[in-house]
């Protein structure tokens, strides 16, 4: 478990923006990268916790199905990490979305998580519209609906 900082988010809380800088170098801002533009998935892990080692993976498929439409964002919390280890881990699982490296836990306590790993899904305004500590067999479902919420 992480250290508690700040507030958890609720469903139908407006996310906070946050910045950060991917493992490929691009600097990324919620609200001025994609709020507006297209629904979020946040994904906090570690690579050391198994449960994490279960979820990546299937977000990995999500994203293959859905990144066109929806951004996926991987958050490794920095906890008892070094980034050589998260770039080997990201590769070795053949990992395409975008991740960042939350060395310092910037990100990681702006969202007040508490634990890994902790899935977030904003709509297109930026609001919470799910977040769990468990991957849903039927999150896929959850993000089409999420979609076609949005369409017109």
């Given at each position: 478990m992480l250290p508690v900082y700040g507030y958890a988010l609720d469903v139908g809380d407006?996310?906070?923006?946050?910045?950060?800088?991917?493992?490929d170098n691009k600097q990324i801002?919620?609200?001025?990268?994609?709020?507006?533009?297209?629904p979020v998935y946040l994904i906090f892990w570690a690579t050391w916790w198994p449960?994490?080692?279960e979820d990546l993976?299937?977000?990995e498929r999500l994203y293959k199905r859905l990144g066109g439409k929806i951004e996926f964002i991987g958050i490794n919390v920095g906890i008892n990490e070094r980034e050589k280890r998260v770039r080997e881990y990201v590769k070795e699982k053949s990992l395409t979305f975008t991740i960042i490296y939350d060395e310092s836990q910037k990100v990681t306590k702006t969202f007040g998580v508490m634990g890994t790993p902790t899935h977030i899904i904003?709509?297109?305004?930026?609001?919470?519209?799910y977040r769990d500590a468990k991957f849903p067999?039927?999150?896929?479902?959850?993000?089409?609906e999420l979609l076609n919420w949005y369409k017109g």
């Amino acid at each position: 478990m992480l250290p508690v900082y700040g507030y958890a988010l609720d469903v139908g809380d407006a996310a906070p923006d946050f910045e950060g800088v991917s493992l490929d170098n691009k600097q990324i801002s919620l609200y001025s990268s994609f709020v507006g533009k297209k629904p979020v998935y946040l994904i906090f892990w570690a690579t050391w916790w198994p449960i994490c080692k279960e979820d990546l993976p299937r977000v990995e498929r999500l994203y293959k199905r859905l990144g066109g439409k929806i951004e996926f964002i991987g958050i490794n919390v920095g906890i008892n990490e070094r980034e050589k280890r998260v770039r080997e881990y990201v590769k070795e699982k053949s990992l395409t979305f975008t991740i960042i490296y939350d060395e310092s836990q910037k990100v990681t306590k702006t969202f007040g998580v508490m634990g890994t790993p902790t899935h977030i899904i904003t709509d297109r305004k930026g609001f919470v519209r799910y977040r769990d500590a468990k991957f849903p067999h039927d999150l896929e479902d959850h993000m089409k609906e999420l979609l076609n919420w949005y369409k017109g």
